[in-house]
C-alpha cells in the first residue's frame, strides 16, 4: 500500500521497486580509447557582444574529454567539433 491510501497491485509495486534501481549510475567498463564516447550541448550564457554561447562536449569514457564553444545549438556544430577534434585524436 503507498503512503496516501492507495493500493497498489504485485505488479505495480515491483516496477515502483525497479524504477527505484534504474536511477542508479551504472558501472561503465571500456577496453580502449574510442571504445565509448558520449557528446552533448550545454548552454553556457550570454556574453555580451556575442550572444547566446554553447559549448559543446565530448568525453571518452577511456582517456580523454574535448569541449569547443559556438554561438549556435545546432547539429552542424556538434558534427563539426567531432569531426574537427574528436575523430582526429582517435
Known amino acids: 500500500?503507498?503512503?496516501?491510501?492507495?493500493?497498489?497491485?504485485?505488479?505495480?509495486?515491483?516496477?515502483?521497486?525497479?524504477?527505484k534501481h534504474d536511477d542508479e549510475p551504472a558501472e561503465i567498463e571500456t577496453a580502449h580509447?574510442?571504445?565509448?564516447?558520449?557528446q552533448d550541448t550545454f548552454?553556457?550564457?550570454?556574453?555580451?557582444?556575442?550572444g547566446r554561447v554553447y559549448q559543446q562536449t565530448f568525453i571518452d569514457t577511456y582517456s580523454v574529454a574535448s569541449s569547443l564553444l559556438y554561438t549556435t545549438k545546432t547539429l552542424i556544430s556538434s558534427?563539426?567539433?567531432?569531426?574537427?577534434?574528436?575523430?582526429?585524436?582517435?
Open 1 to 19: 500500500m503507498a503512503s496516501d491510501g492507495i493500493t497498489l497491485s504485485d505488479a505495480q509495486s515491483a516496477a515502483l521497486e525497479k524504477k
Open 33 to 38: 580509447p574510442g571504445y565509448l564516447g558520449s
Open 43 to 50: 548552454y553556457v550564457g550570454n556574453l555580451k557582444g556575442v
Open 79 to 90: 558534427v563539426d567539433q567531432f569531426n574537427d577534434k574528436v575523430l582526429p585524436y582517435f
